[in-house]
């Protein structure tokens, strides 16, 4: 079963730096490749960069719940909970649809904000 797992390539699970501004801060996030991979895909989706999405979801978790406790691993939640909608099928995998404005009653009830 661990083999799926152990042969994934090494780069994947590469940590990496990122530094950027939010609201003219400047931060550094430090995710896993794969993660940068999932937030690309997404930030493509909506017609952003990475940096966009980052601060849009960062604004929008503030507005939300007024504070952030680990926005890395915030940021590491919304990937998975991104790749896990899509297998669900409660979000559409044509990549070229953007994901703005997508509402999802059932994808709610199970606690996952769109």
Known sequence: MCEIFVKADPGLYESRA??????????S???EKIFWNVLEE?????GMNTNQLITKLYDELIAYRGHIDNFS???????LRYTSLMLDGEITTDKH???AGLHNAKAETKGFLI
């Open 73 to 79: 691993s915030f940021l590491r939640v919304c990937c």
């Open 29 to 31: 996030i430090r995710l």
């Open 97 to 99: 649809l953007p994901l």
């Open 42 to 46: 997404i930030a493509v989706r909506d």
């Open 18 to 27: 990122r530094s950027l501004r939010l609201h003219g801060v400047v931060t």
